[in-house]
């Protein structure tokens, strides 16, 4: 067990449709990692976030957006959602850098139909 | 930009034997280099990471990876396969301090009885 927590666990929709995945991270971690892992794509890393600011962006789409609250859990909306958006999201957690460990969580399978 | 490439996007080994999983990265500063598992129906679990420290790096699970600066390389090995070894593995160059993971493509390994 890693202490990063997503939910939910699996999610089916429809296109068009928007949808929030929620993580939270482990006990202390300031920083919030989002990646995307497809097929075609791989594991390609789409934001981050520390201590409640919006530190990198990788390759996000405009249709996605992230944000961490306060108490430093963290959301990915996707929205207009398209079948290729279908993929494992996963979060991931660090200390501060992402050059700490990162500590990933079991991922949100979203299908897209 | 920097870049991960990981020759063999499976390998089968029989168990017992050496397990070597290639790595190669780009990178125009020493870079700190992951390696990741990731069983079935899973998130990734770090397996051990390079710290411009020592080169060799000893991880969990029986793993080690050497660093070569001058052949780029970050190869895992094992020198006894089990039949729990078998998952997906990921390279991943964090090139400076502040930078983003950078995935490989990811090798999955087969352990044959």
């Known amino acids: 067990d890693s202490g990063v927590t997503q939910t939910p666990k699996h999610l089916i929709t429809a296109t068009g449709q928007r949808v929030t995945l929620r993580c939270s991270p482990r006990?202390?971690?300031?920083?919030v990692y989002w990646y995307q892992q497809s097929l075609d794509q791989g594991l390609q890393f789409l934001i981050q976030?520390?201590?409640?600011?919006?530190?990198a962006k990788g390759n996000i789409l405009e249709r996605f957006s992230a944000q961490q609250f306060p108490d430093l859990h963290s959301e990915l909306n996707l929205s207009s959602l398209e079948l290729g958006d279908s993929a494992l999201y996963f979060c991931?957690?660090?200390?501060?850098?992402?050059?700490?460990?990162?500590?990933f969580g079991p991922g949100t399978r979203l299908t897209v139909l | 930009a920097q870049s991960v490439t990981q020759l063999g996007s499976h390998v089968s080994v029989s168990e017992g034997a050496l397990v070597l999983l290639r790595c190669n990265y780009s990178?125009?500063?020493?870079?700190?280099l992951f390696w990741y598992v990731q069983y079935p129906n899973q998130g990734l679990q770090l397996l051990l990471k390079?710290?411009?420290?020592?080169?060799l790096v000893k991880g969990i699970n029986g793993f080690e990876a050497e660093f070569k600066k001058s052949e780029t390389s970050f190869h895992l090995t094992k020198p006894s396969a089990h039949m729990s070894d078998a998952a997906e593995y990921f390279c991943?160059?964090?090139?400076?301090?502040?930078?983003?993971?950078?995935f490989g493509p990811g090798t999955r390994l087969s352990v044959l009885p």
């Open positions: 390079y710290t411009s420290a020592a080169t």
């Open positions: 006990s202390g971690d300031l920083s």
């Open positions: 991931a957690s660090s200390a501060r850098d992402p050059r700490d460990t990162q500590y």
């Open positions: 990178s125009s500063v020493p870079p700190y």
């Open positions: 991943a160059v964090s090139p400076d301090y502040g930078q983003n993971f950078v």
């Open positions: 976030y520390y201590n409640g600011e919006e530190r």
